[in-house]
């Protein structure tokens, strides 16, 4: 897993140099046009003859040298050009003015990106030795000079760096922040903030988070005082980053967002997206999804490190990686797979290929895929193991660079003092580097021991996975051919069950008779004898009751024909109160229920809403205990409604899914729920039928 100061470092605006944080200022756009005038000044000087240079009034340490000096920091390029130019009449100067010029030099090859050699290192410890022991070198006095000196101390740490000899290079940034004269108005403040950025950039690299942290923090104070705010706002991100280090990502977060406000009120919408870019992993461990995606889309839209093909440019893979730990935090394990294996096709380092490695197997854990996990742990610890090899080996040229650095400040007279040392040095430096190989095989021992521990319980754990997995597959065979077996039996069992009881049932039929005729065959005939003299009695009994209700009937009969005599003379007075039969079978003869029969012959047209409001409202007249009933006892739907109406009109169920455009399905499930709604009985539809046309 790659740590956060390289993810943030990654995402970082300054990617710019050789240099770990040159800073990239607005001066540097802004000024090209007016450097522009001075170049062609001096350079028409330059191509013209030039006077012996003792005839410069001034020489280097004068306007020249000041006018070069400029031109360092806006053109280093022409400014470089510049001094070659003039490097035939370096035999002509005086010292001064020669160690100005290898000063100047120096500073032009740096800011032009130049790899810093041993010769630049040997020039610039004259250089050193010369403004250390000549305070008064320049006309300007111990302004300047102490400046100049800044400078050759700073050039020196560079030429260590990039000779990687970081324990001589900090002491050299050290020396050369000391030589600053803060107390002074005319102090190179600039020039400070880099000074104390370079400390920063070697302490990162030591990993010595804390002291990184500060020497950012005094970067970025000179460079408020020089009034350099691009620069201000550049190192504060670096600040940010180093919070990011030790752990505090709401500081990082917040410093981030502080950034690029100015970048963006600058106009730098690149440098802007970018620094908003690298909040996007905080965000994450913060477990702030939403925040994180909203940072990944401005750096991927604004950055400008994005191919035509979508594809990040080289060097900064880990926006693959955040994006699979985004994926992976919002459980969308197939776009974080495919954003791990796209890192690890693409990565130019060993420590993205690791994360990418490490993200897989964390990835195909959660996807319970232990064979995958075990091939990307094993491929991890392989690629971790070797990339532990180099970096031991860079740890001991570093520790073989100090060692080095030491031998060479010591004095040339103490010569045998010195040898005497040099030996103690060799058996100091074979004994660490015995000691450190011993460390280094006990270390590496012990991880392969504890990974081959770690290996042999993988192992032994997939070998009772794949076992228990075969045990699995066997139980369920077994158990799908017991269920099998167990409905061939039960089908059986219910062959002899039925068997069984249609034997039994004959059985029962059987014995019942032979009993009955027993019973018969028992009887005594004087019981029978008996039995007949009471049905005689009986028989006489009842013979009355029926002529005293034939009587009776006869009467009825007689009232009901003077009643009906009675009726037809009050119809032939008064025939509009002629009676017509029970409710439906008014509505019947009223002609309402004839749109719908003419749809169910003809099916040209269906009935109109205006047709179904005047058969509610027909019904509702002549019926209205049914309307009561349904509507408002029972408070059933409209289509409810309608289809109690339709069984009063002796509609079948396709008849009425007809009328009604419902399906059969629908017909009969809402008469067997109306059954149930308003009779409270459980039953089939016909029987609701039958019970809604006996009520009404």
Same mark, same amino acid.
């Given at each position: 897993m790659p740590t956060e100061s390289y993810i943030h470092d990654l995402f970082n605006v300054e990617t710019m140099s050789n240099d770990r944080r040159r800073h990239i200022t607005p001066t540097h756009r802004i000024g090209r046009h007016i450097a522009a005038v001075a170049i062609l000044l001096i350079a028409l000087a330059a191509c013209h003859y030039l006077p012996p240079f003792g005839g410069i009034r001034g020489g280097l340490s004068g306007r020249l040298g000041g006018a070069i000096d400029s031109l360092v920091?806006?053109?280093?390029?022409?400014?470089?050009?510049?001094?070659?130019?003039?490097?035939?009449?370096?035999?002509?100067?005086?010292?001064?003015?020669?160690?100005?010029?290898?000063?100047?030099?120096?500073?032009?090859?740096?800011?032009?990106?130049?790899?810093?050699?041993?010769?630049?290192?040997?020039?610039?410890?004259?250089?050193?030795?010369?403004?250390?022991?000549?305070?008064?070198?320049?006309?300007?006095?111990?302004?300047?000079?102490?400046?100049?000196?800044?400078?050759?101390?700073?050039?020196?740490?560079?030429?260590?760096?990039?000779?990687?000899?970081?324990?001589?290079?900090?002491?050299?940034f050290l020396n050369a922040a000391e030589a600053a004269d803060t107390t002074s108005t005319g102090c190179d403040y600039k020039t400070l903030s880099l000074i104390h950025s370079q400390c920063g950039g070697v302490y990162s690299s030591l990993f010595m988070k804390r002291q990184s942290l500060e020497e950012d923090m005094l970067a970025a104070h000179y460079a408020l005082v020089s009034k350099d705010t691009f620069t201000y706002f550049t190192l504060l991100n670096l600040i940010a980053d180093d919070y990011g280090n030790l752990g505090k990502p709401d500081s990082l977060i917040n410093i981030k967002k502080e950034c690029e406000t100015f970048f963006r009120k600058k106009g730098y919408n690149d440098f802007a997206a970018v620094t908003i870019g690298s909040c996007a992993y905080a965000y994450l461990q913060k477990g702030m999804l939403d925040k994180a995606k909203d940072c990944l889309d401005i750096y991927k839209m604004e950055s400008g490190l994005f191919l035509?093909?979508?594809?990040?440019?080289? #060097?900064?893979?880990?926006?693959?990686?955040?994006? %699979? *730990? &985004?994926?992976?935090?919002?459980?969308? =394990?197939?776009?974080?797979? $495919?954003?791990?294996?796209?890192?690890?096709?693409?990565?130019?380092?060993?420590?993205?290929?690791?994360?990418?490695?490490?993200?897989?197997?964390?990835?195909? #854990?959660?996807?319970?895929?232990?064979?995958?996990? %075990? *091939? &990307?742990?094993?491929?991890?610890?392989? =690629?971790?193991?070797?990339? $532990?090899?180099?970096?031991?080996?860079?740890?001991?040229?570093?520790?073989?660079?100090?060692?080095?650095?030491?031998?060479?400040?010591?004095?040339?007279?103490?010569?045998?003092?010195?040898?005497?040392?040099?030996?103690?040095?060799?058996?100091?430096l074979l004994f660490l580097l015995i000691l450190a190989a011993i460390i280094s095989a006990a270390i590496l021992r012990t991880t392969q021991k504890n990974n081959r521990v770690k290996i042999e319980k993988l192992n032994s754990r997939l070998l009772e996975y794949s076992q228990d997995r075969q045990e699995l597959h066997k139980r369920e065979k077994e158990l799908a051919d017991f269920l099998e077996k167990e409905e061939r039996l039960r089908k059986y069992l219910n062959e002899l069950s039925e068997k069984y009881s249609s034997a039994v049932i004959r059985y029962r039929e059987e014995r019942y008779a032979l009993e009955g005729e027993n019973e018969k065959l028992k009887r005594d005939s004087d019981v029978f004898m008996k039995r007949i003299e009471e049905l005689k009695v009986e028989s006489a009994t009842k013979t009355n009751e029926i002529l005293n209700q034939k009587g009776l009937i006869e009467r009825n009969l007689q009232i009901i024909s003077t009643l009906s005599e009675k009726v037809k003379g009050y119809e032939s007075i008064h025939p509009e109160f002629k009676m017509s039969g029970t409710g439906i079978g008014r509505l019947s003869e009223s002609g309402i229920f004839s749109p719908f029969n003419e749809y169910l012959h003809s099916m040209k047209r269906k009935p109109s809403r205006q047709e179904w409001a005047n058969l509610l409202n027909k019904v509702g007249e002549e019926m209205p205990s049914f309307k009561t009933f349904l509507t408002e006892t029972h408070h059933l739907s409209k289509d409810e409604y309608k289809l109690c109406i339709l069984l009063m009109f002796n509609c079948n169920p396709g008849a009425i899914s007809t009328i009604m455009e419902k399906s059969m399905p629908y017909v009969s499930k809402t008469r067997k729920k109306l059954l149930k709604k308003l009779f409270n009985k459980n039953g089939q539809p016909d029987e609701f039928d039958k019970m809604l046309r006996t009520i009404f």
């Open positions: 920091n806006a053109r280093p390029d022409s400014a470089l050009t510049l001094l070659n130019s003039i490097a035939r009449d370096t035999a002509k100067m005086s010292r001064r003015d020669l160690m100005r010029y290898y000063l100047l030099r120096t500073n032009a090859e740096n800011k032009c990106d130049t790899v810093l050699t041993a010769r630049h290192a040997a020039l610039m410890r004259r250089v050193c030795d010369y403004y250390d022991n000549h305070p008064s070198s320049t006309p300007q006095g111990d302004k300047r000079v102490a400046n100049d000196r800044m400078l050759a101390h700073y050039l020196l740490g560079r030429c260590y760096s990039d000779m990687h000899e970081a324990p001589a290079a900090l002491q050299e035509g093909n979508g594809e990040v440019q080289k #060097g900064h893979e880990i926006y693959y990686f955040t994006m %699979a *730990k &985004y994926y992976m935090a919002d459980d969308i =394990l197939d776009s974080a797979q $495919y954003y791990f294996r796209k890192e690890l096709t693409n990565a130019t380092d060993n420590n993205n290929r690791i994360a990418a490695m490490q993200g897989l197997a964390e990835l195909y #854990g959660r996807l319970h895929d232990n064979d995958s996990v %075990a *091939k &990307y742990a094993t491929l991890c610890y392989a =690629l971790n193991d070797s990339t $532990y090899k180099e970096s031991e080996m860079a740890y001991m040229l570093e520790m073989k660079a100090s060692f080095d650095y030491t031998r060479l400040q010591k004095s040339e007279a103490v010569k045998n003092e010195q040898l005497l040392r040099e030996q103690q040095t060799k058996r100091t």
